[in-house]
Nanobody, 116 residues
Framework: QVQLVESGGGLVQPGGSLRLSCAAS????????MNWYRQAPGKEREVVAV????????VYADSVKGRFTISRDSAKNTVYLQMNALKPEDTAVYYC?????????WGQGTQVTVSS
């Protein structure tokens, strides 16, 4: 049974940093593409970072490029999103997603609020 559980969100000041974690279970984690999405109130959900299985290539949205880093620890079955130089517009619920075959599996989300 595939499960994804996000953690690490919270309140941070502009310019601060957070590291989000997504703990996965029920599948061979390192073999599949993992994604971080975010959704702010009143806005559509958008992808912010992707890390592929196999070669482990990474892709970032233009809005976070140079500030966010996605990584994975296969031994811990966990994917991370390191977020630096946070801006108020980064405020959103952040979701982890695994793609297994043609099925998307989502975590419950973790709230990130960037405010003074």
């Amino acid at each position: 049974q595939v499960q994804l559980v996000e953690s690490g969100g919270g309140l941070v000041q502009p310019g601060g940093s957070l590291r989000l974690s997504c703990a996965a279970s029920g599948f061979t984690f390192s073999s599949y593409t993992m994604n971080w999405y975010r959704q702010a109130p009143g806005k559509e959900r958008e992808v912010v970072a992707v890390i592929t299985g196999a070669g482990g290539r990474t892709v970032y949205a233009d809005s976070v490029k140079g500030r966010f880093t996605i990584s994975r620890d296969s031994a811990k079955n966990t994917v991370y999103l390191q977020m630096n130089a946070l801006k108020p517009e980064d405020t959103a619920v952040y979701y982890c997603k695994a793609v297994i075959g043609l099925t998307n599996y989502w975590g419950q989300g973790t709230q990130v609020t960037v405010s003074s």
